[in-house]
C-alpha cells in the first residue's frame, strides 16, 4: 500500500530587519529564487531536507543576504560562517560554526548529519572534515562585497558597538527554509555570516537546534533569524512548536514566541514555520521581513512584511 500523499510545501526568508525600500527587490527576487529551487524538488517528489538544502544554498550564493557570499566580517576583518539543517523525520540535526572560506556551510551541516556521529563541528575541525570530503574552498575575498568591506571599516573606527540595535536599524539577515514533502516528512535549514563586527569565534542561533533551528515531524519545522543572543536566550525554535503542542494556530504560535522573546528578553527577530497539516506562519517584531513561499500549483509567492500594518504581520497561513 503506497503511503499518504501529502500537499508539498516551502517557505523561506531572507532575514528579519529594517530592509531599505533601494533594496527590497533584490531580496524579493533572491527568496523568490530559493523558494523556487525549493518547490520543484517537492514537486517532483523530491525530500523536505534536499529542497531546504537547495533552496538555502541559493540564498547563500546571493550576495544580497547575510550568508555565504555577502556575509559581514568579524572584528579581525574575516568572514565566519554558521549554518544547520535538521530531519523532522528522526531528528537528526548536523551544524557548524565559524568556519572559513566555504561558500555553502549548509551542505557541510548535512554532511555532519549524515557521514558523522556529531551534530556541531566548530572552526579548524569542521574546516579539516569538509577538506576531508573534498568540498571547495575560495578565498575570503570571493565572500565580501565592496559594502561590507566599507561597513566594516566604518564600525572598526567605533570604540564601543552594540550589534542587537542593527535589526531594527541596519543590514541584511539570516536566511532559512523550511519544507514539508509528499510524503508528510518535515526539514528545516538555516544559515548565516552572523552580525557585522563580531568578536572573533562568536556563534549566534543559527547553528544551535532548538534555538535557530528545529523540525519534528509531529510539530512542524521552524527556521529563525535577528539577534542571536536573544533567540538563544529564548530557544526560539523550540518555543514556537511549544505553543503549538498547547493547541494554537500556526501564525498565532510564531507570534506568540516572537512577542515572549521581546517581552522576556527584549529579543528582535523573525521566523517561519511549516506544519504536518500543510498550513504556514509567519512573524516577525522587526520593521520588515523579507519571505517567500509555494504550495499548490508551484505558484511562489514573495515580498517583503511590514509590521504591523502588513497582512502578514500577524502571520500567514496556506491550507491544503
Same mark, same amino acid.
Given at each position: 500500500?503506497?503511503?499518504?500523499?501529502?500537499?508539498?510545501?516551502?517557505?523561506?526568508?531572507?532575514?528579519?530587519?529594517?530592509?531599505?525600500?533601494?533594496?527590497?527587490?533584490?531580496? !524579493?527576487?533572491?527568496?523568490?529564487?530559493?523558494?523556487?529551487?525549493?518547490?520543484?524538488?517537492?514537486?517532483?517528489?523530491?525530500?523536505?531536507?534536499?529542497?531546504?538544502?537547495?533552496?538555502? *544554498?541559493?540564498?547563500?550564493?546571493?550576495?544580497?543576504?547575510?550568508?555565504?557570499?555577502?556575509?559581514?566580517?568579524? @572584528?579581525?576583518?574575516? +568572514?565566519?560562517?554558521?549554518?544547520?539543517?535538521?530531519?523532522?523525520?528522526?531528528?537528526?540535526?548536523?551544524?557548524?560554526?565559524?568556519?572559513?572560506r566555504l561558500l555553502h556551510p549548509v551542505s557541510l551541516a548535512r554532511k555532519i548529519m549524515e557521514e558523522t556521529e %556529531?551534530?556541531?563541528? +566548530?572552526?579548524?575541525?569542521?574546516?579539516?572534515?569538509?577538506?576531508?570530503?573534498?568540498?571547495?574552498?575560495?578565498?575570503?575575498?570571493?565572500?565580501? $562585497?565592496? *559594502? @561590507?568591506?566599507?561597513?566594516?571599516?566604518?564600525?572598526?573606527?567605533?570604540?564601543?558597538?552594540?550589534?542587537?540595535?542593527?535589526?531594527?536599524? %541596519?543590514?541584511?539577515? /539570516?536566511?532559512?527554509?523550511?519544507?514539508?514533502?509528499?510524503?508528510?516528512?518535515?526539514?528545516? #535549514?538555516?544559515? &548565516?555570516?552572523? /552580525?557585522?563586527?563580531?568578536?572573533?569565534?562568536?556563534?549566534?542561533? &543559527?547553528?544551535?537546534?532548538? #534555538?535557530? $533551528?528545529? #523540525?519534528?515531524?509531529?510539530?512542524?519545522?521552524?527556521?529563525? $533569524?535577528?539577534?542571536?543572543?536573544?533567540?538563544?536566550?529564548?530557544?526560539?525554535?523550540?518555543?514556537?512548536?511549544?505553543?503549538? @503542542?498547547?493547541?494554537?494556530?500556526?501564525? /498565532?504560535?510564531?507570534?506568540?514566541?516572537?512577542? @515572549?522573546? *521581546?517581552? *522576556? +528578553?527584549?529579543?528582535?527577530?523573525?521566523? !517561519?514555520? +511549516? /506544519?504536518?497539516?500543510?498550513?504556514?506562519?509567519?512573524?516577525?517584531?522587526?520593521?520588515?521581513?523579507a519571505y517567500a513561499y509555494s504550495g499548490k500549483n508551484e505558484e511562489v509567492k514573495a515580498g517583503i512584511d511590514l509590521?504591523?500594518?502588513? &497582512?502578514?504581520?500577524?502571520?500567514?497561513?496556506?491550507?491544503?
Open positions: 500500500m503506497s503511503k499518504k500523499k501529502f500537499q508539498p510545501v516551502i517557505v523561506v526568508h531572507g532575514g528579519a530587519w529594517d530592509i531599505p525600500k533601494s533594496v527590497w527587490q533584490a531580496h !524579493i527576487d533572491g527568496c523568490r529564487a530559493g523558494c523556487s529551487a525549493g518547490i520543484k524538488i517537492l514537486q517532483s517528489g523530491g525530500s523536505a531536507l534536499d529542497a531546504v538544502e537547495t533552496a538555502v *544554498r541559493k540564498l547563500e550564493a546571493d550576495p544580497t543576504f547575510d550568508a555565504g557570499c555577502g556575509s559581514f566580517l568579524n @572584528e579581525n576583518g574575516e +568572514v565566519e560562517l554558521d549554518a544547520s539543517i535538521m530531519d523532522g523525520k528522526n531528528l537528526k540535526a548536523g551544524a557548524v560554526a565559524a568556519v572559513r %556529531h551534530l556541531l563541528l +566548530v572552526g579548524a575541525g569542521a574546516e579539516k572534515f569538509a577538506r576531508k570530503l573534498g568540498m571547495h574552498f575560495c578565498k575570503t575575498e570571493s565572500l565580501l $562585497t565592496g *559594502r @561590507e568591506l566599507a561597513f566594516w571599516k566604518k564600525l572598526k573606527k567605533k570604540r564601543e558597538f552594540d550589534a542587537k540595535p542593527l535589526f531594527s536599524g %541596519h543590514p541584511k539577515g /539570516t536566511v532559512g527554509a523550511v519544507a514539508l514533502d509528499s510524503y508528510g516528512n518535515l526539514a528545516a #535549514a538555516t544559515s &548565516t555570516g552572523g /552580525t557585522p563586527r563580531k568578536m572573533a569565534g562568536r556563534v549566534g542561533d &543559527t547553528p544551535i537546534i532548538g #534555538a535557530g $533551528t528545529y #523540525a519534528d515531524n509531529t510539530l512542524g519545522a521552524v527556521s529563525c $533569524t535577528g539577534w542571536g543572543e536573544g533567540i538563544m536566550r529564548i530557544g526560539l525554535a523550540k518555543r514556537v512548536l511549544n505553543y503549538l @503542542e498547547k493547541g494554537l494556530s500556526p501564525s /498565532t504560535a510564531v507570534k506568540n514566541a516572537i512577542e @515572549e522573546m *521581546r517581552k *522576556r +528578553v527584549d529579543g528582535y527577530g523573525g521566523a !517561519i514555520l +511549516v /506544519t504536518p497539516q500543510c498550513k504556514i506562519g509567519l512573524y516577525h517584531n522587526t520593521p520588515k521581513m509590521t504591523p500594518s502588513a &497582512t502578514l504581520g500577524t502571520g500567514l497561513t496556506l491550507s491544503s
